[in-house]
């Protein structure tokens, strides 16, 4: 234990505030490297040690990086859910191995131990491959890194680095280890990243897919076919550094609509266990089914509007993770973006008078084909 974790023990709680405010801390190093906790550490090596390893004589698929139960957003275990369905459904052979972020970052020595050249990589989903997902991104390196001689697939990913000093850096290091991978695939999640990975990846296979939630279908849950509230509005807005939106501005949304809304987050207040991923998904896509349409700043719930089929209008956020995002949803003409708060009410209305009868099979369209381009790839010889 530390001098200071010492003196916040034994010391009074005002006492303690008054030292921080004449010995401040000190400021953090933007580019210091991602930094694993001992508890995080000591939690992972336990999950660990609970893996069992199928026998590697028989076809496997190690699937890393999905997030631990601390990671509250349900988009993120949205994604888990489909991928794992995806593996099963095109990989029925394989047995799967899930490895977490924490698992990698604390147990990669261990893990080396275990795979085989023939063991299949795939790395989790989201929107974490830039300067600000350091801990999904320092663990997605250590995998690349790690095994040289597998096939390793990078699932879609919406990337960012900003202009900084910090994400100039980060961009530098990611690009120099996954360049050295001879048989490495990087999926953006939509254009602007795919353009992304294409430029800064020029040896790895690249292409662009929409989010994998995309691939689950809301009939697959079992939902109440009544509606709960079936002429409401769901104002689905994040809370978090990615918003644009203060916590008056959500009220002022709200507001706009002129009429009653529900207020809801995908990052929830609890912890989402690997065993409740289904249970948390189902009862979000029954929330989501359960009003007329939605209004949303969060990625997933325009995704998990397009799965129960509600008219969405989407507000921007910070980078072009969901205004590009919109792009795979163009020809559903109840999905509109607003770029200028005073046309919400406007276009809300639009949404909710326009039917559509039919939106697009992504399994069809994107999903059911990944397998036959990632064999397509052609490896290459390492590049130490």
């Known amino acids: 234990m530390s001098l200071k974790q010492q003196l916040k023990r034994v010391l009074p ?29 000591a ?18 698929a190690v699937y890393a990086l999905t997030p631990t139960a601390s990671l509250r957003n349900v988009g993120d275990q949205a994604q888990a859910v489909a991928i794992v369905r995806w593996l099963a459904r ?28 023939r063991d299949l990589i795939f790395l989790h989903s989201g929107g974490n491959l830039g300067d600000r997902g350091k801990w999904s991104e320092t663990a997605r390196r250590t995998m690349i890194a790690a ?31 996954y360049g050295r991978h001879p048989n490495l695939t990087v999926i953006g999640r ?9 430029d800064l990846f020029p040896h790895a296979q690249v292409s662009v897919l929409p989010d994998f939630v995309l691939s689950l279908r809301a009939e697959d849950f079992a939902l109440d076919p009544v509606p709960q509230r079936g002429d409401g509005v769901m104002a689905c807005l994040r809370l978090d550094d990615e918003s644009v939106l203060g916590a008056a501005r959500r009220s002022e949304i709200v507001a706009r609509l002129g009429e009653p809304a529900t207020l809801f987050d995908t990052t929830l207040p609890r912890d989402i266990a690997a065993d409740d991923r289904v249970d948390v998904l189902r009862e979000t ?57 005073a046309r919400l009410p406007e276009l809300l209305a639009e949404v909710r008078e326009t039917p559509v009868e039919r939106y697009p099979d992504f399994n069809a369209l994107y999903f059911d084909r990944l397998p036959q381009l990632l064999e397509a790839a052609e490896p290459r010889a390492y590049r130490a």
């Open 43 to 60: 939690a992972a090596r336990a999950r660990y040690a609970a893996i069992d390893w199928p026998d590697p004589s028989r076809p496997r």
């Open 90 to 117: 095109h990989y029925p052979a394989h047995a799967v191995v899930e490895l977490d972020k924490d698992v990698v970052l604390a147990c990669i020595d261990e893990i080396a131990a275990q795979v085989t050249p």
């Open 285 to 341: 896509l029954a929330l989501f089914n359960g009003h007329q349409a939605v209004v949303t700043d969060r990625f997933h719930g325009l995704i998990f509007s397009i799965i129960c089929r509600k008219p969405a209008v989407v507000l921007p956020t910070v980078d072009h993770k969901l205004t590009s995002a919109v792009d795979w949803f163009r020809d559903i003409a109840n999905v509109r973006l607003c770029d200028d708060m």
């Open 13 to 41: 709680r005002p006492v303690a505030q008054a030292l921080r405010r004449i010995v401040p801390t000190p400021a953090t190093d933007p580019l210091a490297p991602f930094r694993q906790s001992e508890k995080a550490r």
């Open 147 to 177: 095994f040289p001689g597998n096939r390793i697939v990078s699932l879609p990913q919406t990337i960012y680095f900003s202009d900084t000093p910090r994400g100039r850096h980060e961009l530098a290091l990611t690009r120099d280890i």
């Open 190 to 198: 939509d254009e602007v990243s795919g353009q992304l990975a294409a």
